[in-house]
């Protein structure tokens, strides 16, 4: 039968492996946390708009988040970028076509530019609905 | 041995929770990543109060780096400061090229009409080559009055004006004592001058943001001087009291070459304009200067010039006509006119194609006029909103003549007692 008590040796190589240890998982923890730091997350390019069939046919659905407009015809989908080809601001989106709020740029409904300081369309995005329903946006 | 294994080990241990708790108290940087950069920036950890500086420069899409410069992801302030263009203001003229320029922005062509910066840093107000030729030429410094040089040296080869350079003017290289003084003391009132004091009434930022970023309550009554009004903010909306923040503040005594400040503390507009002989019609003292002086008089054509009256030319007769003709109109149809991009940067009015609006001799549109269907106009404030209605000379009882029409002019009938 072991003797119940603790020795002094064994208390101080107890005491030395759990603090040893402690300092280990704290330091490793503060490597991986250091070398796995990111200031900017990667900018994200494909987006799960969820089923298909939550969008009517013949809808527009602005996306903010894309930011991008979603249009529904009898044909399918597509997608237009919202964001301005001149600077980048979110331009709004109009029966007629988009509007910059910045800088006024003016583009018809298929993206077109009607008035500047926009000189290129805006960006026609890809959206693909998958076997089981759901539509995909790809920004890239 | 051992006991010191565990000391060592305990005092490990407790720096790295020492090092973990500090860190755990540190700033949380807030991350804003600009769609025109795409580059994340932390500035809004601190600055995350300041309001937007404009609507066509959205914190969204611009951020703070692509204009100010700076260390992005700094959370020090020292250290995010320390690479800013112009300190507190990006638009000297010193910086503006990299905080403002680019052909989509302020120094594109003449063509999209962007040239902004091109213009402001040739133009008048810029170069103060008017008051230096005048100066120079009066004490017999120079044979005449053409322009030779600026508060900088400058160069600008596609300028039209015959003018194609300026020499920096240097107070020390004049043999005249007066020139000399003129430079000395007279040399605080152009784009690149630093006010005499922030906070008061004719406190200013330099180059762009002397005049697009407000330093003054657009109302005489409420400048309060007891403090620094210079707030985060770019307008086109630019009052009165912004342009008299270096066009009223006193007189220049020629004999002394000297500056005097006005002593006076005037409560109306009427009675503001420092000199007391002065003459105003109503229009001069009821409207903004923005409201007839135009971005091309204000900001330059792109040219040198040797005198602010070489660049001037909104008289009387462009907004009422004479005897003989009506004001200039012009119908816009275009909507690439630049009338529609001034009126969405200060949307005080409503443009549509089709409206008939004044015209300046040169072809620049007064956008914020309309000819209404009584054959009367119409002018809203740019930077007060206020309607003012007015009629044409012709058939009216004026007896103007229509080659003479300088303010002084029409002083002679149309001047308020002040």
């Given amino acids: 039968m072991s003797d119940p008590h603790l020795s002094r040796r064994d208390f101080l190589k107890l005491t030395r492996t759990v603090l040893l240890t402690a300092s280990g998982v704290l330091g490793l923890g503060g490597l991986i946390r250091f070398l796995s730091y990111q200031s900017q997350a990667p900018a994200q390019t494909e987006f799960d708009l969820s089923q298909a069939s939550d969008y009517a046919p013949d809808s527009r659905t602005v996306l903010p988040d894309v930011p991008a407009l979603l249009v529904r015809t009898e044909t399918g989908f597509s997608a237009t970028s919202l964001v301005c080809t001149h600077l980048g601001c979110t331009v709004g989106s109009t029966p007629e076509g988009f509007v910059c709020p910045c800088h006024g740029s003016r583009f018809d409904s298929q993206g077109k530019v009607i008035r500047g300081p926009a000189a290129t369309p805006l960006v026609l995005l890809k959206v693909k609905t998958t076997e089981d329903g759901k539509l995909l946006l790809f920004t890239n | 041995m051992r006991r010191t294994i565990v000391i060592a080990s305990a005092l490990l241990l407790l720096t790295l929770l020492g090092i973990a708790w500090w860190e755990s108290r540190g700033i949380k940087p807030v991350a804003l990543t600009p769609s025109l950069t795409g580059q994340v920036e932390f500035c809004l950890t601190c600055h995350a109060d300041l309001p937007e500086i404009s609507k066509s420069h959205p914190i969204e899409t611009f951020g703070c780096v692509s204009c100010h410069a700076g260390e992005r992801l700094a959370l020090d302030a020292e250290l995010a400061h320390s690479t800013m263009r112009g300190g507190k203001n990006p638009a000297d003229f010193t910086v503006v090229e990299a905080s403002c320029g680019g052909t989509d922005c302020h120094s594109g062509t003449e063509a999209i009409q962007r040239d902004h910066i091109q213009r ?174 135009t971005r091309t008089e204000a900001m330059g054509d792109g040219n040198l010039y040797s005198s602010k009256f070489d660049i001037e030319y909104i008289r009387c007769k462009t907004c009422h006509g004479t005897l003989t003709e009506l004001p200039k109109i012009l119908t816009l149809t275009d909507s690439n006119d630049i009338a529609f991009r001034q009126a969405l940067l200060n949307p005080v009015v409503t443009l549509q194609p089709g409206v008939s609006v004044l015209v300046t001799e040169k072809g620049e549109p007064l956008w914020n006029t309309r000819l209404l269907l009584d054959g009367t106009y119409e002018l809203i404030g740019k930077s007060t909103g206020q309607v003012f209605k007015f009629k044409p000379v012709i058939n009216s009882s004026c007896e103007q003549d229509p080659e003479e029409q300088g303010s002084a002019d029409c002083h002679k009938c149309h001047a308020v007692k002040r």
């Fill in chain 2, 120 to 293: 402001a840093t040739t133009s008048i107000q810029a170069t103060y080559a008017g008051a230096i030729a005048t100066i120079r030429f009066t004490y017999g410094a120079q044979p005449d009055l053409t322009a030779r040089l600026g508060t900088t040296a400058i160069q600008d080869n596609q300028s039209t004006s015959g003018i194609t350079r300026l020499a920096a003017f240097d107070p020390l290289q004049e043999s005249n004592p007066a020139v000399q003084s003129f430079g000395q003391n007279c040399l605080i009132c152009h784009l690149s001058s630093a006010p005499a004091e922030t906070g008061s009434r004719y406190d200013h930022f330099t180059g762009c943001a002397a005049c697009h970023t407000p330093t003054q309550a657009a109302d005489l009554t409420s400048i309060d001087t007891s403090t620094s009004t210079r707030v985060h903010q770019l307008t086109t909306a630019i009052s009165y009291t912004q342009c008299d923040a270096c066009h009223n503040r006193g007189n220049y005594d020629l004999r002394t070459m000297t500056f005097q400040p006005r002593q006076d503390n005037p409560t109306d507009r009427l009675h503001d304009y420092y000199q007391p002989i002065a003459q105003f019609t109503k229009c001069e003292y009821t409207l903004d200067c923005i409201d007839c002086h």
